[in-house]
């Protein structure tokens, strides 16, 4: 059997058809039960995430994989095979090493695929289709994961608009669970920006946006409250953080609802950040002096900056990935030599007791102890020796290389 690998993620196809080979959690044990049942393929495990859908299989023949993957999901070949790479040996352990390390994610060194596979690795040991070969490689992929992530700087930046707001906020609040926020706006990046900030355990969350009900849906799910665009004027000075993305065509925070603000708050520092395209807070508003405005492009400069020093980080990674392919690869090499040593030991166990019963029943007669040892050492290193002395007197051809596999055999050196 050999290790094999088939899969589609986000560079290879459009989220339309990744949907289509996705799997629910609840049932993969059922689907790698079905994959193995036709014992072509002797072990599997499925990663199934937003971005990707991989099969790790251990198997002689890798077509019994995509078959099984197209007939699962009711797809036709032509429909998906643009979309599928496939990687054996050598290829799949790299793939999985650079995955669980974060080097093939849509955010470099993102941290949340380690924990995916290793779900994925969970879920194929309750099915029962986790073998020798799949076990090793989930197990090397998150050592390698570790070593990647502690001696490389590969998650040590921000490469995240919503981590660049919190990042930056940072440097103003020593802490980030004593303050109050405000999010104005529930679209995409104010979900990102608010999942990002609630990690930090703020005193208060507030959502305003010009649908309640979609504000509160947000806030909600943090813990936090909602309130109408115009109840933000009312209530800014209340908040120490703001973050603000919406459609709107002009500014809802102008620069006199900033200055009542900050005197109510008695020049308290406020720090805001603004993520809309056009503006929604006035660009006069960063010149006050206990105002902390940043904008998209300041945001964008920190992530580019993350984003470079993950890159070069990216090169330390596959250097480790690469020595520790070579150290995998070496062990699946000494995995086919495993049959022929245990038929090897066998043999020399079955000599050994037939000798031993010899011996045993020549002691019984009375035989002299050191004689009977003596013959017994004798017995073993004549039988022990005769195939290999056999082969070396009947070498056709050109000896030599059968002879020096002999002397690397039993570490013989010229002159022994």
Known sequence: MTLFTLGINHHTAPLSVREQVAFQAEKLKHALADLTRAKEVSEAAILSTCNRTELYCATDTPDAATRWLLDYHRIARHEIEPYLYTFPERDAVRHAFRVASGLDSMVIGEPQILGQMKDAARAAEAAGTLGTTLHKLFQRSFAVAKEVRSTTAIGANIVSMAAAAVHLAERIFEHIGEQRILFIGAGEMIDLCATHFAAQNPKQ???????????????????????????????????????????????????????????????????????????????????????????????????????????AAVLDAEAIIAERVDGFVR?????????????????????????????????????????????????????????????????????????????????????D
């Open 331 to 415: 062990w699946m090499e000494t995995r086919g030599a495993v049959p022929i040593i245990r038929s090897l030991r066998d043999a020399a166990e079955r000599t050994r007791r037939h000798e031993m019963e010899h011996a045993l029943k020549l002691l019984s007669k009375g035989e002299d102890p050191a004689r009977v040892l003596d013959q017994l050492s004798h017995r073993l290193t004549n039988k022990f020796l005769h195939a290999p002395t056999q082969a070396l007197n009947r070498a056709e051809g050109d000896p030599g290389e059968l002879q020096a596999l002999v002397a690397r055999l039993f570490h013989l050196h010229a002159g």
């Open 205 to 311: 969350i507030v959502v305003a946006n010009r649908t309640v009900e979609r504000g509160a849906a947000l806030a909600g799910r943090f813990g936090g409250t909602a309130i109408r665009l115009d109840d933000i004027a009312d209530r800014l000075w209340q908040f120490d953080i703001v973050v603000s993305c919406t459609a709107s065509p002009l500014p809802i925070i102008g620069l006199g609802m900033v200055e009542r603000a900050i005197k109510a708050r008695r020049h308290r520092p406020i720090f805001m950040v603004d993520l809309a395209v056009p503006r929604d807070i006035e660009v006069e508003v960063g010149e006050k002096d206990d105002v902390f405005l940043y904008t998209v492009d300041d945001l964008a400069n920190v992530v580019e900056s993350g984003l470079e020093s993950r890159q």
